[in-house]
């Protein structure tokens, strides 16, 4: 699904090179690179302020406690995500309440939102999935009216940028209250390992996020809130820092690769090539096919034996999970994640792709038909 070596191997030297300085300085914990990251990405976000720290989970996990949520607390997310975004919210003994998506950009509904509001709601987290950002503007709208934060899981769409119905155009993960994204190795700004940031206009939140990711702690020794231990090593900032220069064109080629797709896929009827949003540019985290009137196992097992890989996100919905099912929420509760989660794929799509493997891939594709 992804050629990590391959993209090392082109940025080799600089990596090596940043590598090498943090371990000559010894400073691995809280290093300079650490803040000079965080600078660099905050310019990248339209110069949002920027908190790194350990993961995307924890960032999702400290700017909920940032927020003062409490337990019982409602917070609405989309059932068809990662399984991180509902496992901070019951960790913190919020109330995870699911709402659905809608079946082309396949993130949170926004005409289902007002249904789902009581006077224990607190929060929306909005997820851009897949590289593209979920339908902010009347999210927003929704969230102003009734006084709820809004916490954008931007985890898979670093650098997806919003579009306003004025034209405006805002970074996914800096349009909300906090913004939330992740370094793991396989998403758009992997690290070699974990890493995770969080993005607010609002200084003084930013300043509660940062004391919450260092043991709640404003100087050394001295702890003003019930904190955890999540910062970004040294290692990691010093690899991201060569990493985020190449951020762009890590992104065109994504779309390179997702362009070539869309180009050679479009006639076969048993796909539907990824829907591009009017309101969001595309990342392509994913390349996420939906399946009709075929048996989308049987296509992954086909395409499997022909050396393809592919990958399903997600194949159990979230209410459907044990650790979070709800008696008031049987199956056929969620009816468009249902059917995606029978009828998703996502092809290979990274930034070592070449038209040889596309052109093979897209071919094995044509003859499955
Ligand atoms: C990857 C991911 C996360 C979690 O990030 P980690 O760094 O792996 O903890 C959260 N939400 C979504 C949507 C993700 O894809």
Redesign the pocket.
């Known amino acids: 699904m992804v050629d990590l070596l391959g993209q090392y191997q082109r940025i080799q030297p600089e990596i090596d090179d940043s590598i090498r300085q943090v371990i000559e300085s010894t400073e691995f914990i809280q290093g300079p690179a650490v803040r000079q990251f965080e600078q660099e990405l905050s310019a990248y976000a339209g110069g949002t302020p920027t908190v790194t720290c350990g993961?995307?989970?924890?960032a999702?996990q400290i700017a909920m406690m940032a927020l003062g949520l409490k337990p019982g607390d409602e917070v609405i997310l989309p059932v068809h995500?990662?399984v991180?975004?509902a496992e901070v919210i019951a960790l913190l003994r919020l109330s995870p309440v699911f709402v659905d998506v809608n079946p082309n950009t396949f993130t949170l509904d926004p005409a289902k939102l007002e249904g789902l509001i009581t006077s224990r709601t607190r929060a929306i987290v909005p997820?851009h999935?897949y590289g593209q950002c979920a339908d902010m503007e009347p999210i927003l709208a929704v969230a102003s009216q009734h006084q709820l934060h809004v916490i954008e899981?931007a985890?898979?769409s670093l650098g997806a940028r919003y579009r306003f119905r004025d034209g405006r155009q805002v970074f996914a993960g800096t349009l909300g209250t906090v913004g939330t994204t992740?370094?793991?190795p396989s998403?758009n700004l992997g690290a070699f390992g974990?890493g995770?940031a969080m993005f607010t206009r609002e200084e003084k939140l930013a300043a509660t996020l940062r004391m919450i990711a260092n043991h709640g702690q404003r100087q050394k020794y001295q702890h003003d809130l019930v904190g955890v231990n999540s910062r970004l090593d040294t290692l990691q900032a010093a690899i991201l820092r060569v990493k985020l220069r190449h951020l762009d064109e890590y992104e065109s080629r994504r779309r390179a690769v997702a362009d070539f797709y869309d180009a050679h896929l479009a006639g076969l009827a048993f796909l539907e090539t990824p829907y591009r949003a009017p309101y969001s540019t595309h990342v392509f985290h994913q390349y996420t096919l939906r399946t009709r009137g075929v048996d989308r196992d049987a296509l992954k097992d086909y395409l499997q034996k022909k050396g393809i890989p592919s990958m399903i996100y997600y194949p159990i919905p979230l209410h459907l999970q044990a650790a979070y099912r709800k008696a008031d929420k049987p199956e056929g509760s969620f009816p468009v994640t249902e059917e995606l989660s029978r009828s998703v794929l996502s092809l290979p799509i990274h930034t070592e792709m070449d038209e040889e493997q596309l052109s093979y891939i897209c071919e094995a594709l044509a003859r499955f038909a």
């Open positions: 993961n995307g989970t924890d999702l995500t990662y991180a975004t997820v999935l899981d985890a898979q992740s370094f793991f998403k974990d995770g």
